[in-house]
């Protein structure tokens, strides 16, 4: 359990340090320009990829917390 708050919390600090470049050409161009400009568009783009990224992983550790917590009422029921 400790290893996998500290896993969390690990790649939680790491997106919030590293700046993340747009996937696509086009973003990326946008995201350019919009930082150029001094406009919030490409940081606000920037921000949103971020987001979108870690909707999976929350998703993911949810479904594995409620996986061990339905097999420890399993063993118990068992037992």
Known sequence: MKKVIILIVLMISFTLITEV?????????????????????????????????????????????IYKKNKRKQKTVEQ
């Open 21 to 65: 470049n747009a996937q696509c050409s086009m973003c990326r161009q946008a995201a350019e320009s919009g930082i150029k400009k001094g406009e919030t568009q490409g940081r606000g783009l920037n921000k949103g990829i971020l987001f979108l990224m870690a909707i999976p992983y929350a998703l993911g550790g949810t479904a594995f917390f």
